[in-house]
């Protein structure tokens, strides 16, 4: 089993840059990151390989957004910058068995990023 444990959301305006970290209490293969917000649906924001050379990104993040990991910690990491208020959701970490995607079976508790002007 891996526990997965997100930090880094908080209150941002817009065009401001938070990172987010997921520390896993074991090694994991690939991961991701998701997001929900109020009456949306679970929109996965981006994904990384187990060997983190392979990537993806939602159209709506990609430019702005950036995933990468840190094997020997067990740590994952998003990369947030030119914040929207759009992108206020609840940011969960997810781990899976796969080298690349899903499915995930592994998750954290979520932590909250909130944006405004």
């Known amino acids: 089993q891996v526990q997965l444990v997100e930090s880094g959301g908080g209150l941002a305006q817009t065009g401001d840059s938070l990172r987010l970290s997921c520390a896993a209490s074991?090694?994991?293969?690939?991961m991701g990151w998701f997001r929900q917000a109020p009456g949306k649906d679970r929109e996965n924001v981006a994904g990384i390989s187990q060997n983190g050379e392979n990537t993806y990104y939602v159209d709506s993040v990609k430019g702005r957004f950036t995933i990468s990991r840190d094997n020997a910690k067990n740590t994952m990491y998003l990369q947030m910058n030119c914040l929207k208020p759009e992108d206020t959701a609840i940011y969960y970490c997810a781990a899976g068995p796969n080298l690349y995607g899903g499915p995930y079976n592994y998750w954290g508790q979520g932590t909250q990023v909130t944006v405004s002007s």
């Open positions: 074991g090694r994991t293969f690939a």
